[in-house]
């Protein structure tokens, strides 16, 4: 599309990208290190691979247009996010070759990175012969960069999205209505869900069933962690008293104020369940509760409101989740891997996703000040855009320091099991949690945490 051409883009369009995972036809060509020039890498086939989110999907469409200006082919794969985990972690390990770029998942940033089975990108960052200083290799937010970073600061991956949570609810006319604003802590919280619960037959709340990702703001909002002192000590933290508490709230919540069957909702169920104005309040993901605005999809596109989530006595942790885009270390052309992950991760490619597609969980700070990054972003008059970057940004304080442990994935299984057991009245929160921590140290002492 010619510059004269470019249209902003409409809040329709920012909305649909959420739940659509097809991007409209691609135009154009963009390469800019081989615009003009040589194919330098003509007959280099990369391994390219990353789980099935929406930019991984959108991004497919574009891939010809990367093979035609560099002359690489692209072997192209997004698998479901616990499979795509499965084989690269499988892979990695044994540092072989099947891969050129792959995505750094963010709950095995610290074992990928620690294990040294991801290139450092600072080489190529700060060669101006690779990147040009134009491509703005600073231009991304610290909040989702830090994560991909080691403890001296060397960069193991460029972000392609990050998730921030916030609060959401859809039918906040509800709320007004009982005389109330959105909550702005763990008690307004409660005296929202009480006072809007079963109004017009709608539960009050509800959220996905991923326990160990749900739970975590109300965990650290009452002053409790996953671990002792993450990631220094990596003692288990889940039977504290604060613990006890955040699971005692939280199981309340969900035992008292939810539909039927929430403990099995999958994120789609949540969202959907939210479209169709068939419960009220949710702390998720804004990918998710941005679709909430969307008037092709949902009916609550008038009575939506967003808010941060509420903070506990310890104070506000909403949960961020960053991944991106790396080089494997047994990668055989890491040059021609990083003309991948630069032409995908550049201005004009984010530019371009933003216009063609409506996709907006942009990591790039030029993209989030863009006058149409804030048209997008503003549902219901909102904008939710600056309560995006200001929650991505809260990230820096280090409270998601406990997930980028290489052995939480164990630990937090038996986060999700415990809530489970809790919310289905089989144990009391004392019990499951004093059980979780039992089974957690035993799980890190097999993969050998000294504790």
């Known amino acids: 599309?010619?510059?004269?051409?470019?249209?902003?883009?409409?809040?329709?369009?920012?909305?649909?990208?959420?739940?659509?995972?097809?991007?409209?036809?691609?135009?154009?060509?963009?390469?800019?290190?081989?615009?003009?020039?040589?194919?330098?890498?003509?007959?280099?086939?990369?391994?390219?691979?990353?789980?099935?989110?929406?930019?991984?999907?959108?991004?497919?469409?574009?891939?010809?247009?990367?093979?035609?200006?560099?002359?690489?082919?692209?072997?192209y794969d997004t698998p479901a996010f616990p499979i795509y985990n499965q084989r690269a972690d499988l892979e990695l390990s044994t540092q072989g070759s099947a891969y050129d770029v792959l995505n750094l998942t963010f709950i095995y940033a610290s074992r990928w990175i620690g294990a040294g089975w991801f290139t450092p990108l600072d080489e190529f960052l700060n060669d101006p012969n690779r990147t040009p200083a134009d491509w703005g290799a600073d231009d991304f937010l610290a909040g989702a960069l830090a994560p991909l970073q080691d403890a001296d600061g060397r960069t193991y991956a460029l972000p392609w999205t990050a998730e921030a949570q916030i609060g959401a609810a859809a039918r906040f006319d509800l709320i007004q209505a009982a005389g109330l604003a959105m909550p702005e802590t763990f008690d307004d919280l409660v005296t929202v869900l009480q006072a809007v619960h079963g109004k017009e037959g709608i539960p009050a709340y509800v959220n996905e069933n991923i326990h160990h990702w749900t739970w975590m703001p109300f965990l650290q909002g009452m002053g409790g962690s996953v671990f002792r002192n993450a990631p220094d000590d990596l003692t288990p933290a889940l039977d504290t008293p604060e613990a006890v508490a955040a699971a005692e709230y939280y199981t309340n919540i969900l035992r008292s104020y939810t539909p039927d069957g929430v403990l099995s909702?999958?994120?789609?169920?949540?969202?959907?369940?939210?479209?169709?104005?068939?419960?009220?309040?949710?702390?998720?993901?804004?990918?998710?509760?941005?679709?909430?605005?969307?008037?092709?999809?949902?009916?609550?596109?008038?009575?939506?409101?967003?808010?941060?989530?509420?903070?506990?006595?310890?104070?506000?942790?909403?949960?961020?989740?960053?991944?991106?885009?790396?080089?494997?270390?047994?990668?055989?052309?890491?040059?021609?891997?990083?003309?991948?992950?630069?032409?995908?991760?550049?201005?004009?490619?984010?530019?371009?996703?933003?216009?063609?597609?409506?996709?907006?969980?942009?990591?790039?700070?030029?993209?989030?000040?863009?006058?149409?990054?804030?048209?997008?972003?503003?549902?219901?008059?909102?904008?939710?855009?600056?309560?995006?970057?200001?929650?991505?940004?809260?990230?820096?304080?280090?409270?998601?320091?406990?997930?980028?442990?290489?052995?939480?994935?164990?630990?937090?299984?038996?986060?999700?099991?415990?809530?489970?057991?809790?919310?289905?009245?089989?144990?009391?929160?004392?019990?499951?949690?004093?059980?979780?921590?039992?089974?957690?140290?035993?799980?890190?002492?097999?993969?050998?945490?000294?504790?």
């Open 265 to 451: 909702y999958t994120f789609d169920q949540m969202t959907t369940t939210l479209k169709q104005g068939r419960a009220n309040y949710t702390t998720a993901n804004h990918s998710y509760v941005v679709q909430l605005g969307d008037p092709a999809t949902s009916k609550v596109t008038q009575t939506v409101a967003y808010a941060p989530v509420p903070r506990g006595p310890a104070g506000r942790f909403p949960q961020v989740a960053v991944h991106g885009w790396g080089i494997p270390t047994g990668a055989r052309n890491k040059d021609a891997s990083w003309e991948f992950i630069k032409w995908s991760m550049s201005k004009e490619m984010v530019s371009r996703l933003l216009e063609d597609s409506g996709y907006a969980s942009f990591t790039r700070a030029s993209a989030v000040a863009s006058p149409a990054f804030k048209e997008a972003m503003t549902i219901n008059g909102q904008d939710v855009g600056r309560l995006y970057v200001e929650t991505v940004e809260s990230a820096t304080d280090g409270h998601m320091a406990y997930r980028t442990v290489h052995v939480f994935p164990q630990v937090g299984q038996q986060i999700s099991k415990a809530i489970d057991t809790i919310a289905s009245g089989q144990m009391t929160a004392k019990e499951a949690l004093a059980q979780a921590q039992a089974n957690a140290i035993a799980d890190l002492r097999r993969a050998g945490v000294k504790l």
């Open 1 to 75: 599309m010619a510059a004269s051409q470019i249209r902003p883009v409409t809040r329709r369009e920012v909305l649909k990208a959420g739940s659509t995972l097809t991007a409209a036809g691609a135009v154009g060509l963009y390469a800019p290190a081989v615009i003009g020039q040589a194919k330098p890498f003509a007959g280099t086939t990369l391994n390219v691979s990353c789980w099935s989110a929406t930019y991984a999907k959108l991004l497919g469409a574009y891939v010809p247009e990367f093979t035609e200006a560099t002359g690489i082919q692209v072997n």
